[in-house]
């Protein structure tokens, strides 16, 4: 069966930081291009990070530039999101997913996906 499960959400102070999980079952993840998404109430799901499964090129909204690390554990079969210095508007659902493609698209990875996870809540406030 193939899975995807994200882990790793909760509740954190502004400025605090979590890490994120992807972990797959039924297929290896390093084979596959993996993209973070988020969405948030009301607003439309937004591509966060992804990594290609070719030549690791990785992909960064500005939005979370250089607060948020995507990076894979091919041993452990997960992918990982570190946050960094959370802000309150990074509050979201985020999900992991597999898209088709890294370099389609208007940004990497936003093309269609064949596998998403269930998603995991973020919320950041004080």
């Known amino acids: 069966q193939v899975q995807l499960v994200e882990s790793g959400g909760g509740l954190v102070q502004p400025g605090g930081s979590l890490r994120l999980s992807c972990a797959a079952s039924?297929?290896?993840?390093?084979?596959?291009?993996i993209g973070w998404f988020r969405q948030a109430p009301g607003k439309e799901r937004e591509g966060v990070a992804c990594?290609?499964?070719?030549?690791?090129?990785?992909y960064y909204a500005d939005s979370v530039k250089g607060r948020f690390t995507i990076s894979r554990d091919n041993v452990k079969n997960i992918v990982y999101l570190q946050m960094n210095s959370l802000k309150p508007e990074d509050t979201a659902v985020y999900y992991c997913?597999?898209?088709?493609?890294?370099?389609?698209?208007?940004?990497?990875?936003?093309?269609?996906?064949?596998?998403w996870g269930q998603g995991t809540q973020v919320t950041v406030s004080s």
């Open positions: 997913a597999t898209p088709r493609s890294y370099y389609s698209g208007p940004y990497p990875c936003s093309g269609p996906s064949d596998y």
């Open positions: 039924g297929f290896t993840l390093d084979y596959y291009n």
């Open positions: 990594i290609s499964s070719s030549d690791r090129s990785t």
